[in-house]
């Protein structure tokens, strides 16, 4: 280990370093953002990361830890632990408002406000707006998209397929 | 038995109703009726084997033996398997998956509500997680059967048909014993008698906008808590296990 490693670990660096680990599936946003990191424990060299899963059969939870690792790696902090915890449940409602704009310049409307619904109510109130050219006149194809955490809409106005960040 | 076996056997049951319903509607991927829809049941089924693996996960660990979630997964036989009979049938039509996956999907959702209050600190945070994506397979699965079964007379007849077949196995999911009822007492499992009310209400009101009518009284069917199953769970876990089991520790 280098000298210069010896320095104290602080939060903020380490968060700094896990801002660069985007989603595979959303490249847009850091895990940070997402909210997928929940805390940052150290205890001397020894760095923990600790995360909770989106979707239950979210196929790039696995990835992503090898990439939290891999990115403290590079940013000098080597062996960082990821730990994964369950409490409290993961919600979009921990996306900041940035990060929502961020998607929605990315091409996939960002999530609202995720409540309970009724378990067997018929269609959804809200209107999701198209990202590409704000249109409220929308329609939903499928509650099911290309990943877990994504619908799929149609835009009436501009004639374009496009993607939601489901509220969950 | 030890005081952690009868948790562990609990958490067996959850898994794999998900595990084995999640397999059978990953059979669907690539034969969907419509490409949303086929994106829509695989979706379903990866939110249901990553419950499965989050549960078998946890089983593996209150077991304490050192066996991991692919090991209950993959290396238990069918009279090893604790999953109600109603979700290892196959998967017939598009109708007959759609009922089942109400019927299963409701009765999970009253589940995992009540499981998000748990004692055991782990299975309520998967039941916090799952309730939500329960909600999404729910209100998927409701729209599809008022769709199908106020639609036209063939699709009105074969959900209706699948209704009735299927009715006879939802008894299964809401039978208590003594290995439940002692969780219960320790808040470690939700008591499966209480959540028929609740579901029946749902199932109702669902059906009775579909146009269908409820089937009466039925013998309901019933082994698969207890390992005895019928011939599909077999067939099914040969097809699913066959990698692991035919090279043990395979990696890719």
């Not at chain 1, 670990?9 to 940070?32: I, N, Q, T, W």
């Not at chain 1, 953002?33 to 979707?55: F, H, K, N, S």
């Amino acid at each position: 280990m280098t000298v210069n490693r010896r320095k104290v670990l602080s939060r903020e660096a380490v968060l700094a370093a896990l801002d660069a680990v985007k989603d595979p599936e959303v490249p847009v946003l850091s895990v940070v953002e997402l909210g997928i990191v929940r805390d940052v424990e150290i205890a001397g060299d020894a760095v923990t990361v600790v995360v909770t899963p989106t979707y239950s059969g979210c196929p790039a939870m696995r990835v992503i830890e090898e990439d939290i690792v891999a990115a403290l790696e590079s940013a000098g902090i080597s062996g960082a632990r990821v730990r994964t915890v369950f409490t409290p449940a993961w919600t979009t409602d921990w996306i900041p408002a940035r990060a929502r704009e961020k998607l929605r310049a990315y091409g996939i409307a960002p999530p609202g406000v995720s409540g309970v619904h009724s378990p067997v109510q018929l269609r959804r109130a809200e209107q999701v707006k198209c990202p590409f050219c704000g249109s409220a006149d929308t329609s939903l194809r499928s509650a099911f998209g290309s990943t877990a955490c994504k619908a799929l809409h149609f835009c009436n106005a501009c004639t374009q397929p496009f993607e939601e960040f489901k509220a969950i | 038995m030890t005081s952690a076996a009868p948790f562990c056997e609990y958490l067996l049951r959850l898994g794999d109703d998900r595990l084995v319903l999640g397999h059978r509607l990953s059979e669907w991927c690539g034969h969907g009726p419509i490409l949303e829809e086929d994106i829509a049941l695989a979706n379903i089924a990866l939110d249901l084997v990553g419950q499965a693996n989050l549960l078998l996960g946890r089983a593996a660990a209150v077991e304490g033996k050192g066996r991991d979630a692919d090991a209950l997964a993959f290396l238990r036989d069918s009279r090893e398997y604790r999953n109600a009979l109603i979700v290892e049938l196959p998967r017939g039509d598009f109708g007959f998956t759609i009922v089942r996956q109400f019927l299963f999907s409701t009765y999970a959702l009253h589940q995992w509500e009540a499981l998000a209050s748990c004692a055991d600190a782990d299975l309520a945070g998967i039941a916090a997680r799952a309730v939500k994506e329960t909600r999404y397979h729910v209100r998927h699965s409701a729209e599809w059967l008022v769709r199908l079964g106020d639609g036209t007379d063939e699709s009105h007849a074969r959900v209706q048909d699948a209704l009735d077949e299927l009715w006879r196995f939802t008894g299964e999911l809401f039978l208590t014993d003594e290995l439940e009822q002692g969780l219960v007492r320790r808040a470690l499992a939700a008591d499966s008698s209480t959540l028929e009310a609740p579901w029946r209400r749902d199932v109702e009101e669902v059906v009775r906008r579909a146009t269908l009518r409820l089937p009466g009284d039925v013998y309901w069917q019933r082994g698969g808590r207890d390992g005895i199953h019928t011939e599909h769970l077999g067939l099914m876990l040969a097809e699913m296990q066959v990698l692991p089991r035919t090279y043990p520790g395979a990696r890719w």
